[in-house]
């Protein structure tokens, strides 16, 4: 488990400082992906830093399976790293070394064998699918490739988290479905809790389980996607499950109505039945549907008709498993 609390980065200069990390909190459990996102400058790569103690927080602790890594002394702190697997947005990878020999460098550092090592890299490239590749040079591998090399070398050493810092963005979008995937084996099978990097919200929809909205050094929001889907009017909501565009208006030119929205995973069933119990349709202004880590979730933008009551309309829905909340009017 990853478990941030209060982190903060100020770098000073001269005539002046630049809090690049301002009270981050975050946790990543065991067998889950996690997704920071925000655009370039928000902080992202300084948090990676930060939490892998590359880059010394100015206060705050980054705790791994309970133990306090900032508390750590500067000699012990190699040591204390291993626990962390790194992904880079480029692999990074020795161009003078084969993919074994990538794969093992971190095990050549820590003063494991030979035997020991080779039987590791066999292994760890084999999971990333990548088993017949080992005497081979990054230069005849496929960037997708390479990327594959770089996850096994980072869960060299067993590690309890991986943290990857746009583990995708240099990749093509088939490819970066597979990397993705395979983050997601991994984490399914050695319960790894992973915490992702991202501008791209592609990347937390098709992987992630939970989210963090990163402005300015801050978390403007967290939390589960099944929650954050929910909060009707905010920022993650409204990337996840974006309604298209559309005019808000009562049918047939009639009285001012209630608009509302509606979210439920799985199938739109939740409207049909909340009609029925209401004894009227609601008629749906816009709808979406996106597969969220795995989960398909329906949103629609509705209007309840007078005379009924909107509140009204809210409990039924969410008496049929949907969450839902009056969000403005139509004229």
Do not use: W
């Not at 399976?65 to 990878?93: I, Y």
């Not at 699918?129 to 980072?154: E, H, K, N, T, Y």
């Not at 989210?211 to 929650?227: F, H, N, W």
């Not at 816009?286 to 969220?292: D, K």
């Amino acid at each position: 488990m990853i478990a941030v609390t209060d982190l903060e980065k100020v770098y000073r200069q001269p005539n002046r400082e630049i809090r690049a990390l301002d009270g981050v909190t975050l946790q990543v459990p065991d067998d889950s992906v996690h997704g920071v996102i925000g655009q370039s400058g928000a902080g992202k790569s300084t948090l990676v830093r930060c939490i892998a103690l590359l880059d010394r927080p100015t206060s705050g602790t980054v705790e791994i399976n309970g133990a306090d890594l900032t508390a750590v002394r500067a000699a012990e702190l190699r040591k204390a790293r291993r626990r962390l697997g790194l992904v880079f947005q480029h692999a990074n990878l020795f161009d003078s070394r084969t993919i074994a020999g990538n794969v093992t460098y971190p095990l050549e550092l820590a003063g494991v064998g030979r035997a020991e090592r080779a039987a590791k890299a066999s292994e760890l490239l084999g999971l990333v699918g990548l088993g017949d590749a080992g005497q081979a040079f990054p230069a005849q591998l496929s960037g997708g490739q390479r990327q594959r090399v770089g996850i096994a070398r980072a869960l060299a050493t067993d590690p309890d988290v991986l943290l990857c810092d746009e583990p995708t963005s240099a990749l093509d979008p088939k490819t970066t479905g597979e990397i993705l995937d395979l983050i997601g084996a991994l984490k399914a099978r050695l319960g790894l809790a992973v915490l992702i990097i991202t501008h791209e919200m592609t990347v937390v929809k098709r992987i992630c389980d939970s989210v963090s909205l990163l402005q300015t050094g801050r978390v403007m929001e967290s939390g589960s996607l099944v929650d954050v889907v929910g909060r009707f009017g905010s920022r993650l909501s409204e990337l996840l499950l974006a309604l298209p565009p559309t005019a808000d208006h009562a049918p047939d030119g009639g009285p001012t109505v209630e608009v509302l929205d509606t979210v439920r995973p799985g199938d739109a069933a939740a409207l049909t039945l909340a009609g029925h119990e209401l004894g009227t349709d609601l008629p749906v202004l816009a709808g979406t549907v996106e597969t969220l880590a795995g989960v398909t979730f329906q949103r629609h933008r509705v209007l309840v008709p007078a005379p009924l009551d909107a509140d009204q309309a809210v409990a039924a829905l969410r008496r049929h498993g949907a969450q839902a909340a009056v969000t403005g009017a139509a004229a």
